[in-house]
Structure formats: C-alpha cells, structure tokens
C-alpha cells in the first residue's frame, strides 16, 4: 500500500490504536481512505440491496398467481452470471482499475433506473397492455437483469478482492468485515424503506428508486476516484503482492504457513484454467460456499414471491428481512471475535452447522404438520433469521481462508470461478421453483435445499479435517 510505502512504520503500526494520528500524516491519509470507501461501498449496498428486493415484489404485484415469473426472471440473470463470471474476473486484471469500476458502476445504476421504469409500465397497464407487448418488456427487464448481475459481479471483485487488498496492504481481518457489516446494514434497513414504498404504489417506488439511484452515483464515483487518487498503487495494472510470507497464528499459538506464495511484483496476474481450479487446494472450500446458493430458504426472490402469494404484506416481510439483517450484523461483529479465539477454520465449521440446524426448523414449519399458526410462523421467520447468525460468519471466514488458500496473482481467476459456481447452484434453487411452480408444493423446493446445505457442511467438514487433522477436541478429564 501507498501510504507504508510514505512511512517508515510498518503497516500493522499503522492500523495500531496507539499510532498517534495527526491532522496531514500518513495515517490520517490512511483512515481518510477507508472511510471512502467504506461510504461508497454504502451507497453501492444500499441501492443494489434496494432494487434486489425490490424487484421479486414488484414481479409478484404483476404476476400474482405463479411463482413462474420471479423464478424466470433469476434463472435467466443467474445463468448469465454462471457463463461469464470467470470472463469477467479474468476481464478485470486487463483494464485499468478505474476504468474497470467506471464501467461495472454505470452499467448497474442504468440497468437499475431503466427496469424500475418498465416495471411500473408493467403494473399500470396490467391486464390492459397486448400480450405481445407485455412479454417484450418483460424481456428487457430481464435482459436489463443480467446486465445489473454482471456489472454487481465485476464491481465485487474489483473492490472487493482486489482493490481491498491494494488499500489494506494484504491486511484484510479489519476491512472485509467491515465492507460484510456495511453490507448487511444496507440489507436489513432497505427492505422496510422499500416495503412501505411498494404498498404505496408503483409511481412511488419509481420515483424514489431513479432518483436515489442517480445520485448515489455521482457521489460514488466521486469517492472512488478519490480513492483512486490517493492510493497511487491502484494505477499499476499488477496485482497486490505480500512483502514476504504471510504467517497465520492459531488459536493455539502454533503458527501455521500461509498457502500464498509470493510472486515478482513485475509478474500479472494470471488466469487459473478450469482443471487447475478442479485441482486447486481452494476448489472444496468454494464448493461449500457455492453449494449454500441452492437454497430458498431465505429472504430471497423464491421465498418473497411465495411469501407475497400465501397473503404476507410487503411491509411486514420488509421488517423481517431487517430482522434477519440485525442478526446477520451481529455475525460480522462475532465473526472477528470467534477467529480470533478458535481461527478461522474451527469459526466456519461451526457456523455452516448452526446454518444447517436452523433452516432445519424452517422445513419443519413449512411442512404444515404443526397445528399452532403462532408455533409456525415462529419457526419460519425466527428460522430463517437466525440462519443469518451461521451465514455471515461462515461467508467471512470462507472469504478469509480464500485469501490464505490463494496466490496473489491468482485471486481475481480464482474468484470468477468462485462466482461461476456460486451462480450455477443459484440457478438449480430458480429450475427448482420453475419444476414446482405452485405455492402449494413450495415444500417440494425447500427440502432439497435443505439437502444442499447439508451437503454443504459436509464438504467444509472435510477441508477442516484436512486442515486441523480433527473436527473435534478431545476432553481432557481432571
């Protein structure tokens, strides 16, 4: 990072509480920085966050008798993530990096304004536009939907995985959880602001939507220039290379060699072909990331259509996607805590577990063989909300074990192939509620989710068997 290479301190003393920090220093011009991008990674959350839930409640208002439409609408966006996330990681390491989010920004923000546009064509002419003309604009919403995907796509791993690591000189413990709790504070306020929208009327959330939409943009690409200004080393095309070896401390104080291997800063990033991600130390830890993704049992666009269709209003369900937002915060709070007391590895291998417990109980409430209505929707919504608590830490500590599993030059390859397969298990949850299109069977969809995350579990068991040589402590009896 720039701001080590102006000071003669190392880059931990410059994270250090006890640095002193004056008005004009380096580290002043260090923390100046994460707080740019941590208000533009604000914005980007919350618009993206806002059109996401937006999006499956303003299709259900339109078609309200299917969860065919939604579950079209994600496959399609979805498939398209599937077949060109690895072009794109790879697509990122030739241009520029500003050029790179100058892109990726101005194509989400104008996919976004455009299909809430069309949307609101949709709801005012429903029932009365040609079917011809219906299906037209449904199909360029949709179109308009994989643009937003791959744009959202390039932009994460532009920030996220390479321009973090630029920014954070390799130190990532404090800004990837970070980046995750702006993230999910986006998640969890944005559903209520933008139910309460919804159920106001289409022209409402239109408006609201394009306008907030217009300006985040300009003040993001503002603060990212910014960024991009003060760190001097985000010029240079070549990927973030560590000093020297990065050394991982365990829980019990054993040091463990970090897989990374370190590379001439000369030397580009390179692309990682398919066999070699097969045979890549990182390919079990991604598989269980990626299998999490065929699950409907979240706050997603099958759940919310559903949960529209069997009479929940759009405000009610915005509160409780808050709800589970809150606790999915107190994950990326936890998360830090946990790893720092038991690791990393021993972290995700107890929260993909809660995970897996947990929407075990949401199963159970959508199986109708509970006679209290109360005892029910405890479960569904408590279920799902608490889930949260496991995702969250789960996804930091994957993300963290990713960084240490993988060469520097090899992340941003490494990753498209991550999003290629997190995409491919996101499209089965849309075949899956494609095949079993009608609410009465939504439990069909739902257990075999529950399955996937099983599964899921299982894998990460093993890359922590691998890893640590048990999955448990033995007892020491006095």
């Not at 996804?395 to 990753?415: K, M, N, R």
């Amino acid at each position: 990072m720039v701001v080590a290479d102006q000071n003669t301190e190392p880059p931990e003393a410059i994270g250090s509480p006890s640095l002193p920090v004056s008005i004009g220093s380096p580290a002043r011009t260090f923390f100046n920085i994460h707080r740019k991008l941590y208000l533009s990674h604000m914005l980007t959350s919350w618009v993206d966050r806002s059109f996401e839930f937006a999006s499956f409640l303003l299709i259900s208002k339109v078609y309200t008798s299917s969860l065919l439409q939604a579950s079209a609408y994600g496959l399609t966006t979805t498939l398209m993530a599937l077949i060109f996330s690895n072009r794109i990681g790879n697509w990122i390491n030739i241009l520029s990096r500003l050029n790179t989010y100058r892109i990726t920004l101005f194509a989400q923000k104008a996919s976004i304004i455009v299909s809430v546009l069309l949307f609101h064509f949709l709801d005012k002419n429903k029932g009365s536009a040609k079917g011809a003309v219906e299906s037209i604009t449904f199909a360029s919403i949709v179109i308009l939907g994989c643009s937003l995907k791959l744009a959202f796509i390039g932009n994460s791993i532009a920030i996220e995985r390479d321009w973090a690591m630029i920014i954070s000189d390799g130190h990532l413990e404090q800004l990837l959880p970070t980046m995750r709790r702006i993230d999910l504070v986006c998640k969890t306020v944005s559903p209520i602001f933008i139910g309460y929208l919804a159920d106001a009327g289409s022209l409402v959330i239109t408006l609201v939507i394009c306008c907030w939409t217009a300006l985040s943009t300009i003040l993001e690409y503002a603060l990212v220039s910014q960024v991009h200004r003060d760190v001097p080393r985000l010029a240079d095309r070549a990927p973030y290379q560590a000093s020297s070896p990065t050394i991982a401390m365990s829980s019990s104080g054993e040091q463990e060699d970090c897989i990374e291997e370190t590379v001439d800063k000369g030397n580009a990033a390179s692309a990682v072909g398919f066999r070699e991600y097969l045979r890549h130390k990182s390919f079990p830890l991604t598989l269980s990331i990626a299998l999490l993704y065929i699950n409907v049992l979240s706050f997603g666009g099958p759940m919310t259509a559903y949960l529209v269709l069997i009479g929940y209003s759009s405000g009610f369900l915005g509160i409780m996607k808050a709800l589970a937002g809150v606790v999915g915060v107190a994950g990326t709070f936890a998360q830090p805590l946990l790893s720092k007391r038991f690791g990393n590895i021993r972290t995700g291998l107890w929260s993909v577990w809660q995970l897996a417990f947990m929407l075990g109980l949401v199963v159970i409430a959508l199986s109708n063989k509970i006679d209290s209505q109360t005892v029910t929707s405890i479960l569904l919504f408590g279920g799902m909300a608490v889930s949260r608590l496991g995702l969250w830490i789960f996804d930091i500590s994957g993300s963290l074990i990713l960084q240490e599993f993988t060469a520097a030059e090899h992340i941003t390859s490494i990753a498209g192939w991550q999003y290629s397969m997190c995409n491919l298990f996101d499209l089965l949850q849309y075949v899956l509620t494609i095949v079993v299109s009608d609410p009465r069977l939504f439990i069909v969809p739902a257990s075999v989710s529950l399955g996937f995350i099983v599964a899921a579990a299982v894998v990460y068991s093993s890359v922590a068997w691998r890893e640590r040589g048990h999955l448990f402590h033995k007892l020491k009896l006095k």
